[in-house]
C-alpha cells in the first residue's frame, strides 16, 4: 500500500484546511486508516481514525469538534477537514494505512506541513 499526502499550507488562525491521502497498491487489504501529526520538537500523535468496513471514526481530545475524518472509497481517497485552526495545529501531518497482508502491516505516507499563523 503506498500513501500520498496533499493540501497541507500556509493558513490563518480561524481558518480551515482540508488534507487528502491517496491510496494505490493492495487498497482491499486495509482494515482502517489513521491522520497523525508531528509538532515541531514533540512526538508524533495521533488525531483520527475510520474503518474501511464500517466508516466507524473515532477523534483524539485535542482536535474533537474541529476536525472530520471521511473517505472517498471511489477515489481512494481519505481526508481531514479542519477548521477553527489555532496556531497549536501546526504540524506535519501523516496519514497512515492499517492493513493485513501475510501479517499485520502499516503504511505511512510522505507527510504534508500545515502552518497556522497570521
Known amino acids: 500500500v503506498q500513501l500520498v499526502e496533499s493540501g497541507g499550507g500556509l493558513v490563518q488562525p480561524g481558518g480551515s484546511l482540508r488534507l487528502s491521502c491517496e491510496a494505490s497498491?493492495?487498497?482491499?487489504?486495509?482494515?482502517?486508516m489513521d491522520w497523525y501529526r508531528q509538532a515541531p520538537g514533540k512526538q508524533r500523535e495521533l488525531v483520527a481514525s475510520?474503518?474501511?468496513?464500517?466508516?466507524?471514526?473515532r477523534y483524539e481530545d485535542p482536535v474533537k469538534g474541529r476536525i472530520t475524518i471521511s473517505r472517498d472509497s471511489a477515489k481512494n481517497t481519505m481526508y481531514l477537514q479542519m477548521s477553527r485552526l489555532v496556531p497549536e495545529g501546526t504540524a506535519i501531518y501523516y496519514c497512515?494505512?492499517?492493513?493485513?497482508?501475510?501479517?499485520?502491516?502499516?503504511?505511512w505516507g510522505q507527510g504534508t506541513q500545515v502552518t497556522v499563523s497570521s
Open positions: 497512515k494505512a492499517n492493513y493485513y497482508l501475510d501479517g499485520l502491516r502499516r503504511a
Open positions: 497498491g493492495s487498497i482491499s487489504s486495509v482494515y482502517a
Open positions: 475510520i474503518t474501511i468496513r464500517t466508516d466507524t471514526t
